[in-house]
């Protein structure tokens, strides 16, 4: 569904993401695990447009959205929620989920999913965004990614600033949308939670992928073990 | 901690300079050369009262620009209240000598020390509350405009729109054809002699580096605020200076003579043109928009309109101004080849 | 009282349409746009000038509102450019430098064309027999037109897709992006927008009583004043800064006069920068 080549991107004339290749089955998990500084970021806000690429390729179900701004891809089918969130703070929840659908109006029913599977939003209809706690701006954020029924979810270290509580209850969400058949593409510091969800993971270091594999093969490796896990 | 970096460094210039008569001609030499050249212009055409009339006026605007040059070029402070500054200190001369009686140098002196004062409070108010560019301008637009308005007003006292005739000054030298342009001249000398000096001393260094960069400034120990409000003072107590200046030569003042679109446009137009940082941008200004002001006159229905195509084109292509330009090609032809090119910060004379 | 105080409501919706497009023109893309003014007498004198030559009413307002929506897609798609390369400050600074030379050219040409110390626009007008009764009516139309358009713009913004999405771009324009919405065609949009609601405002008080073709500075002014009291990027703002401010004029040249009433204006303008710069509904501090 979604191929990475030989991606390189970066700032201000360097580099900080180097040939990139990663790739996301149809309906499969796939999640970018490592430290902080390790490109991660970066090479998300690449992928999905926000950031301009010195080198690469990217393929959105087989179409080359590699030149593409960023609103083209999100219309494409590649929803991108970063860790920035980046709602909108004066609208209310409501009216920021129902932009998910732009140039759409929401179809009814998708809205009725994610009320679903966010109940605290349901509750806060009304009440502008730039309210609410973390988690529920979190929540929203995704919400509002879904509404656009994407092909891709991409979601750039969905816990941060969560409580361990909402953090797993955020992956029980994510797992349930993986059982309806969604695509995800997750960056994740927490790499228990990241593995206990993928299928698939790569190991980001110094802005190149160092490892590759399936989630058993990870939590099995021994150098995960030790750099990630805390297992000696 | 604050005086002391900047203050050895100046003093060790004031020894250089003292040491060596020759560095001294070598720093106003530009002023110099530019006076004895604005000198001649009345030998062409001391003649017309009417083109006098009209060189007083360049060079009047050029003191205006030197002002501005030193409130926005070394300080950042969009005062869009040039026109006003100046009129407050023709208005007030005016006033002062006709009405109250007072004599016509004191008149003048406190004229000045009353725009300067207001000039020290806008910059109080900037810093105070931290007013960015915008702001600020928007601010002082409104200020120029109540002004404006007041001047429109207040009939009795400033003649509303008929304007005000000025009799103070008309028996002295100010009242000839030729000496006003001398007068003025000499205070476009003083104006620039008066930058040349900030520009060396430890006020410009403080003023380069709160214009580079106010943060870093701030945290090097330059008291921006104080800076901002000295620039605010010395170029506001100019523009009185000035503005009075004229109000007793021309012998005429009225609302149109200080309004935004007459002074504080074409102000910005001839600093962007000539180069705002630079010694003699303003004075190059000057002359230029004078001349093609000049010229316009022949069209002078669509000169308005030429005088919007030409802030367009300048500020779209000109940017740094042409001084600025020129001192590039001047940096350039006096490299020897091989030498790099070294890092400009902002670095202008 | 009342009379002087329902005038002013009026005049008020007028000053917050007038408002509205420089607002938000600079809220989407920090850009202050002071040809705002002169581009709304552009529109009158189309209106005008097609009324002269036969058009009713109706085909010469929308005569006057493409012309100036054109030349506001016009101004962004070419002057514009050069200064969304640049940010911040000196995105704002270019663009109030070019937009007044912008302002210079139209004024210039307008005086140009018509010389007589500007042309007075008087639609809707028969001479001076029924002059009682016709200006009634002409008052009304305006009131009429300039409630319905704030009306249409509330609930575009507030209801509508493509409102909500301007808002968007307002608030966070990268979360804008995400949700497909391309920042660069909202602002050609709204530009455009911006002159036609200006150029709204200049044909109704023209309907009224004539405005001159230097008329163009005094609209930017006031649109200037209503945009910085109501905050700079809120369309609610404006329209509550409008309305306050047209019952300050109202109320004051009635009783005081022409010249206080411009300067109370402008203090309060001044004042709202100096003591609450983010003005009555605005978000920056």
């Known amino acids: 569904m979604l191929e990475v080549e030989d991606l390189s991107a970066g700032y201000l004339g360097d580099d900080v993401v180097h040939d990139i290749t990663f790739s996301v089955a149809d309906k499969a998990a796939v999640t970018i695990i490592g430290s902080n500084g390790a490109g991660k970021t970066t090479l998300f806000r690449a992928v999905c447009g926000l950031l301009p690429k010195t080198a690469g390729r990217v393929m959105l179900d087989g179409v080359d959205i590699s030149g593409l701004s960023a609103h083209r891809i999100a219309r494409a089918g590649l929803a991108y929620v970063p860790s920035g969130r980046h709602l909108f703070p004066q609208m209310t929840v409501s009216e920021n989920l129902a932009l998910g659908a732009f140039p759409k109006r929401p179809d009814p029913e998708t809205m009725a ?52 509580k909402l953090a797993a209850d955020a992956y029980a969400a994510l797992a349930i949308l993986q059982a309806q058949g969604l695509t995800l593409l997750i960056a994740e510091q927490q790499v228990p939670l990241a593995l206990s969800l993928a299928d698939y993971g790569y190991v980001l270091e110094n802005g190149r992928v160092q490892l590759e594999g399936s989630a058993e093969e990870l939590e099995n490796d021994p150098e995960v073990r030790r750099a990630y896990l805390g297992i000696a | 901690m604050t005086d002391r970096l900047p203050q050895a460094g100046s003093a060790a210039m004031r020894a250089a300079r003292r040491r060596d008569p020759m560095s001294l001609l070598q720093n106003y030499w530009p002023i110099i050369l530019t006076a004895l050249a604005l000198a001649l212009v009345p030998l062409r055409y001391g003649d017309s009262r009417a083109t006098m009339g009209i060189a007083v006026a360049g060079v009047l605007f050029a003191t205006y620009a030197v002002a501005f040059n030193i409130i926005f070029g070394s300080t950042g402070q969009l005062f869009l209240c040039v026109g006003a500054l100046a009129g407050v200190g023709a208005f007030s001369s005016a006033i002062l000598a006709d009405r109250a009686g007072l004599p ?59 304007g005000l005739v000025v009799d103070a000054g008309s028996e002295t030298v100010l009242g000839s054809q030729i000496p006003p342009y001398y007068v003025m001249l000499g205070l476009l000398v003083i104006f620039l002699v008066i930058y040349r000096l900030l520009q060396q001393s430890h006020l410009g260094w403080a003023f380069r580096a709160l214009r580079d960069d106010e943060v870093a400034a701030e945290l090097a120990g330059v008291n921006v605020a104080r800076y901002r409000i000295y620039a605010g003072a010395i170029g506001s107590a100019m523009l009185g200076m000035a503005g009075a200046v004229w109000a007793h030569s021309e012998g005429f003042i009225g609302p149109s003579t200080f309004a935004f679109g007459s002074v504080d446009v074409r102000v910005i137009v001839m600093l962007a043109f000539g180069g705002i940082g630079t010694l003699l941008g303003p004075v190059l200004g000057a002359v230029v928009f004078t001349v093609v002001d000049e010229f316009l006159v022949s069209f002078s229905q669509l000169r308005e309109a030429l005088y919007g195509g030409v ?32 890092r400009a910060q902002g670095s202008r004379t | 009282m009342t009379a002087v105080f329902l005038d002013g409501i009026v005049l008020g919706l007028q000053f917050g349409l007038l408002g509205v497009g420089l607002t938000l023109v600079y809220g989407l893309g920090g850009i202050l746009n002071l040809a705002h003014g002169s581009m709304a007498v552009v529109g009158a004198i189309v209106v005008a000038n097609s009324m002269a030559a036969g058009a009713s009413v109706l085909l010469a307002v929308a005569a006057g509102l493409l012309a100036v929506g054109a030349l506001g897609l016009l101004l962004d798609g070419t002057l514009m450019r050069a200064v969304y390369r640049l940010h911040g400050e000196s995105r704002v600074l270019l663009s109030l430098l070019l937009t007044l030379g912008v302002a210079f050219v139209i004024d210039g040409l307008l005086v ?76 050609s949009l709204i530009f455009g927008l911006s002159g036609m609601l200006a150029a709204l405002v200049a044909i109704t008080r023209s309907m009224t009583a004539p405005i001159t073709t230097t008329a163009g500075i005094d609209f930017t002014i006031l649109a200037l004043i209503v945009t910085v009291v109501g905050g700079l990027g809120s369309v609610a703002g404006a329209f509550l800064a409008g309305i306050i401010l047209g019952i300050v004029n109202t109320v004051s040249s009635f009783y005081i006069g022409t010249y206080i009433t411009t300067i109370m204006l402008l203090a309060a303008a001044g004042l709202t920068i100096l003591l609450r710069p983010s003005g009555l509904l605005g978000r920056r501090a």
């Not at chain 1, 349901?122 to 609410?132: D, F, L, V, W, Y």
């Not at chain 2, 637009?141 to 509303?160: D, E, H, K, V, Y």
């Not at chain 2, 779209?316 to 090119?341: C, D, H, N, S, T």
Request: glycine share 12%.
């Open chain 1, 113 to 164: 999913v994610v009320l679903e599977l966010f109940p605290r939003l349901a509750e806060r209809k009304s009440q502008p965004a730039g309210t609410m706690s973390g988690g529920e701006q979190q929540m929203l954020a995704v919400g509002r990614a879904l509404i656009s029924k994407p092909k891709v979810l991409v979601l750039d270290e969905p816990t941060t600033g969560l409580a361990p």
């Open chain 3, 112 to 187: 140009w064309r018509y010389p007589i110390g500007g042309l007075g626009i008087h639609i809707g007008g028969d001479p001076i027999e029924i002059l009682g009764v016709r200006m009634r009516t002409g008052s009304l139309l305006a009131s009429a037109i300039s409630i319905g358009a704030g009306a249409i713009l509330v609930a575009f913004f507030r209801l509508s897709t493509a409102g909500r999405a301007v808002r968007s771009v307002i608030q966070d324009e990268i979360g804008a992006r995400l949700c497909g919405i391309n920042p660069a065609a909202v602002r």
């Open chain 2, 311 to 342: 802030i367009i084109v300048l500020f779209l292509g000109f940017k740094q101004g042409v001084m600025f330009e020129v001192r590039r090609i001047a940096i350039k032809l006096r490299r020897r080849p091989g030498q790099a090119a070294p």
């Open chain 2, 104 to 162: 016509l140098l004191l008149s003048m002196v406190l004229a000045t020390l009353l725009s300067s004062a207001l000039g020290a409070v806008f910059s109080w108010l900037v810093v105070r509350r931290s007013l960015d560019t915008i702001f600020t301008g928007i601010l002082t637009l409104t200020l120029s405009l109540s002004f404006a308005n007041l001047i429109l007003g207040q009939r009795n006292w400033t003649g509303g729109e008929t």
